[in-house]
């Protein structure tokens, strides 16, 4: 065998064992950060809960759900909610105290409540008449369906 041949199967060598021990390494580190990919998850459910649970409410309030079909409908989603947060509590992700079910659902409310409130602050003009988007103030046209803007929402 010459020099040449050596050489190569030096290097050949050096790729495979690189080869094969990249993944392993990131097997490893992904043990590490398996839980906070969960946690993470929890926490990306949750706030799709409470998407869910604002959009149930705009829903309601543009008539597309009858009141009846509201209440069980917002209350399930308030559950789901309040599961996860004991979920994400479980994981470390919050106060490490567990929390009584109705501290959750007081919490889901809380979260619920602190979502509506930013866009009221700032500058959310209502609704618009025509599809229900979201307006901002200062908006002349719905952004959504482009139906003009009644003046006196804008106040
Ligand atoms: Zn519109």
Do not use: N, W, Y
């Amino acid at each position: 065998m010459d020099v040449g041949s050596i050489l190569i199967l030096t290097g050949l060598t050096v790729l495979i064992v690189a080869f094969i021990a990249r993944p392993l390494a990131e097997r490893r580190s992904r043990l590490v950060t398996a839980e906070e990919h969960a946690l993470s998850g929890l926490q990306a459910e949750r706030d799709k809960i409470l998407a869910m649970i604002r959009e149930t409410e705009m829903d309601h309030a543009m008539g597309k759900i009858p009141d009846g079909d509201f209440e069980a409908q917002r209350a399930a989603l308030v559950a789901q909610g309040a599961a996860l947060l004991r979920a994400i509590d479980a994981q470390g992700g919050a106060a490490p105290a567990p929390a009584a079910a109705d501290d959750l659902d007081a919490a889901i409310e809380a979260a619920v409540a602190s979502r509506r409130a930013p866009a009221v602050a700032g500058g959310a003009a209502g609704f618009c008449t025509t599809c229900g988007q979201a307006l901002q103030g200062g908006d002349r046209f719905c952004a959504r369906c482009g139906a003009p803007v009644p003046q006196e929402v804008q106040a």
